[in-house]
């Protein structure tokens, strides 16, 4: 990648390769396998500033990865159908560099959805997570903008298929009030409603639903909760 230079290289007598980057004044590991484990990407897709893969889907016979990224290009989308080798799917944070991190991914009617961690504010105030899909994995729309109408649900955090219907979860930066849960019949940009405001029975220290699972007929919300305790909320049937 840019900067990069390879000052030196070793290898040690477990196959681990190792890189002097004179560039970035840093030294990277290469592992080809712990305990029966195999690497299968180059660290950070090649850019060190892909700090995390925030999420994993499978799709149209490929397996996508979202990234987190802070240098200010934005996340990054990367898919692959053998298992190791990685094309990028999106880049510039799926058209907005301020979307920091592609936080979750999935399949819903035939297209892969994308929910964003949008950090600008951090920096200028927030423009508010955001939802796009795609029916190819390259194409990419946006069907949601500026935290559904708030800019303060600086994340699209979590998506649940439950009831024929997409729902997604959003996370509140500045603690204005708790985690919102929205739903689309469609996963149109015209086609969202809430059915949770203000972290469930407005607890705000509710702040976000880190997980969704679906069970006997009821979606069941897990959420983070640093004051109270975590919590666990399911739906009507």
């Not at 004179?22 to 660290?43: C, L, M, S, T, Y």
């Not at 929205?182 to 996963?187: H, L, N, V």
């Not at 880190?210 to 007929?217: I, K, Q, T």
């Amino acid at each position: 990648t840019d900067g990069d230079y390879g000052h030196a290289i070793a290898l040690d007598s477990s196959g681990n390769v190792y890189v002097a980057d004179h560039g970035n004044q840093d030294v990277r590991k290469f592992a080809p396998g712990v305990a029966g484990w195999v690497q299968v990407n180059i660290n950070g897709f090649g850019d060190r500033a892909n700090s995390s893969v925030y999420s994993l889907a499978p799709f149209a016979g490929n397996l996508y990865a979202g990234t987190g990224n802070w240098s200010g290009a934005g996340a990054q989308l990367w898919r692959t159908n053998s298992g190791t080798d990685w094309t990028p799917a999106a880049t510039s944070g799926l058209g907005d560099p301020c979307n920091g991190g592609i936080d979750h991914l999935l399949e819903f009617k035939g297209q892969l959805y994308a929910g964003t961690y949008n950090w600008c504010w951090d920096v200028n105030g927030s423009d508010g997570g955001q939802i796009w899909r795609s029916p190819d994995g390259l194409d990419w729309t946006q069907v949601v903008d500026g935290g559904f109408g708030d800019p303060n649900n600086g994340e699209v955090f979590r998506f649940a298929v439950f009831g024929d219907a997409l729902y997604a979860s959003t996370w509140s930066f500045t603690n204005a009030h708790g985690t919102e849960v929205w739903r689309s019949d469609t996963g149109d940009s015209s086609d969202w409603e809430q059915v949770v405001s203000n972290g469930f029975n407005d607890d705000p220290g509710n702040s976000v639903v880190y997980n969704f699972e679906v069970l006997d007929g009821y979606l069941y919300a897990a959420t983070y909760n640093s004051e109270a305790g975590a919590e666990i909320w399911r739906s009507p049937t």
